[in-house]
């Protein structure tokens, strides 16, 4: 069997849903389990009622018109009935009537209010798929055993799902296609949790591992991971295959394909996740594996990320100088700020990080604070890149090749830092640089590869 796992820009639109059913139609003969996002944007706009019921923005009623348009339309543009969804919303509208009477939102309430957004769309799109011929039954999250702990808007799954998972559905499987809810699950006490922002891919690899998917199937509107930016860099090119450990670093700076700590219980028992392009299906996409096939021969630079508009924070003391416990004061002062540091290098007197600009605010009180221990400097505009690939740690001579191509291109770089995985090199530019700096880099070590 695979799942088969659709974002919200896949069940967004009726074109959309049409592409999604097509897909999955051409699969039936692999047994799937679907699973879908709520409609694109809906769980934001779910959010956003549930603020606006506790403030008395606007009364339920209003907050949850919008909602009742979009998804009405769809099933009418469908030719499905308009009111299929009707029920839900009708529960929807009385939650945020309640909150909205009680001027109060618990993490609670907020996950039930978030939860239709995935009931609804596992609804129209199993009768999309049904009309067309392919049998196919929504299920939500907990009726096919997802139990989780009561984490409310982060909630972690609980080790009685997978048996409950196998009982729920093995029967099912190669009949009618579950379409089951993404993001969410169920308390043992029978309250509606969610599985964070992005959860969708969170279940598909519990469903995976439940039950023992040859592949787990990632279908969004890209079509898979990519050498780098292509808005930056014009002949950037798919990723064929992505090691686990090097997705998790292009996530971490680059495009958020997929968010790959979610796919973690699948990856771990060694089922493959494939990235694929609902809108080209045809394209091959990225299969994301614990190991890569072809190590021995892969080039040592799969790909390139990128973060802008970071803050570079340089320290200078010689107090640091054979004294223990400065970095630890250091980072007290940023942890009690809130400061949330990316990336580090230390030498004996100095200290250089890079901090997101969200922390702006933050960083002027901590900054206060450093002074008194160190000469601070704070330069904003820089960009971290990150060079990925699993053999930078065995092929010698990657990081010279990189700081070469730097030299040559007069880009001076400003900070440094190697992690332990010894998978990326990281380092900080102007960001009026970087894009020339992975021009250069993707020329350099993928030119050939993309030609
Ligand atoms: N709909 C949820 C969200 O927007 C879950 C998901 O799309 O994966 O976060
Ligand atoms: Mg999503």
């Not at 543009?77 to 509208?93: F, I, N, Q, S, Y």
């Not at 630079?301 to 010689?318: F, H, P």
């Amino acid at each position: 069997m695979i799942v088969m796992k659709f974002g919200g820009t896949s069940v967004g639109t009726p074109a959309a849903i049409r592409k999604t059913a097509e897909v999955v139609a051409a699969a039936r003969d692999r047994k799937p389990v679907v699973v879908v996002s709520a409609l694109s944007g809906v769980t934001n706009q779910l959010l956003a009622a549930a603020q606006d019921a506790r403030a008395r923005t606007a009364p339920a009623r209003e907050l949850v018109r919008p909602l009742r348009d979009r998804h009405r339309r769809v099933l009418g543009e469908l030719g499905l009935p308009r009111r299929l969804v009707d029920p839900d919303l009708a529960w929807l509208e009385e939650a945020l009537h309640g909150i909205y009477l009680l001027r109060e939102l618990t993490p609670r309430s907020l996950d039930y209010v978030a939860s239709f957004g995935e009931v609804m769309s596992s609804k129209v799109v199993a009768a999309h798929l049904s009309k067309r011929k392919v049998p196919a039954k929504a299920w939500n999250a907990w009726d096919a055993g997802v139990v989780t702990d009561d984490g409310y808007t982060e909630a972690a799954v609980l080790p009685e799902t997978y048996p409950a998972i196998k009982k729920a559905l093995a029967p099912v499987l190669g009949e009618e296609v579950p379409v089951v809810t993404g993001f969410l699950g169920r308390t043992r006490t029978g309250e509606r949790t969610t599985l964070g922002r992005g959860g969708s891919d969170y279940t598909a690899a519990i469903f995976g591992r439940a039950l023992g998917a040859e592949e787990i199937q990632i279908w969004t509107d890209v079509s898979g991971i990519m050498s780098c930016d292509p808005r930056i860099v014009r002949n950037a090119y798919t990723l064929r295959h992505v090691t686990f450990a090097e997705a998790a670093e292009l996530a971490y700076f680059g495009a958020k394909v997929l968010h790959p700590k979610t796919v973690e219980p699948a990856v771990e028992v060694g089922i493959p996740v494939r990235i694929l392009n609902t809108f080209s299906p045809q394209d091959e996409g990225t299969l994301v594996l614990r190991e890569v096939p072809d190590a021995g021969t892969r080039a040592a630079v799969q790909g390139l990320a990128v973060k802008r508009g970071n803050m570079l924070v340089n320290l200078t003391s010689t107090r640091m100088l054979d004294a223990e416990g400065y970095l630890s004061q250091v980072f007290e002062v940023l942890a009690r700020h809130g400061v949330s540091v990316d990336c580090l290098a230390t030498s004996e007197v100095s200290v250089s990080m890079t901090v997101d600009a969200r922390y702006a605010e933050a960083l002027k009180g901590a900054t206060r604070e450093l002074r008194r221990i160190a000469r601070t400097t704070v330069s904003r505009g820089r960009a971290v890149i990150c060079v990925v690939g699993e053999g930078i740690s065995t092929v010698p001579g990657v990081a010279g090749r990189i700081f070469g191509v730097m030299g040559n291109e007069g880009i001076n770089i400003e900070l440094i830092s190697q992690g332990a995985s010894e998978l990326n090199v990281t380092f900080v530019v102007r960001d009026a640089e970087a894009d020339r700096a992975l021009h250069a880099l993707h020329a350099t070590f993928m030119g050939q590869a993309s030609a």
